[in-house]
Nanobody, 122 residues
Framework: QVQLVESGGGLVQAGGSLRVSCAASGRTFSRYAMAWFRQAPGKEREFVAGINWSSVTSYSDSVKGRFTISRDNAKNTVYLQMNSLKPGDTAVYSC????????????????WGQGTQVTVSS
């Protein structure tokens, strides 16, 4: 099993940058695909970025070129570097884990963190 704890959320101005982190504990962390999802008030939870055990990454079209997902297996941590932030990026960002490959749907993930709030002001 895997336990996930997000951190690093906060308030930033549009055009700024923020890095959120997801610290994981549990067995065989490196074999889990990790992903970031986000949910804004009144909207569905959406896939943001994912990274599998071999560090192949996936991004939603809305963040591609601005966000970068990475993992440090030695630290059992997954990061989401968010650059050129827009007010539309405001949401609760949650990390999720599943064994092996990345899934683009939230229902495909077995483990979830509590989420961290990211607010982008205009």
């Amino acid at each position: 099993q895997v336990q996930l704890v997000e951190s690093g959320g906060g308030l930033v101005q549009a055009g700024g940058s923020l890095r959120v982190s997801c610290a994981a504990s549990g067995r065989t962390f490196s074999r889990y695909a990790m992903a970031w999802f986000r949910q804004a008030p009144g909207k569905e939870r959406e896939f943001v970025a994912g990274i599998n055990w071999s560090s192949v990454t996936s991004y939603s079209d809305s963040v591609k070129g601005r966000f970068t997902i990475s993992r440090d297996n030695a630290k059992n941590t997954v990061y989401l570097q968010m650059n050129s932030l827009k007010p539309g990026d405001t949401a609760v960002y949650s990390c999720a884990a599943r064994l092996f490959g990345v899934d683009l749907t939230a229902t495909g993930y077995d483990y979830w963190g509590q989420g961290t709030q990211v607010t982008v002001s205009s």
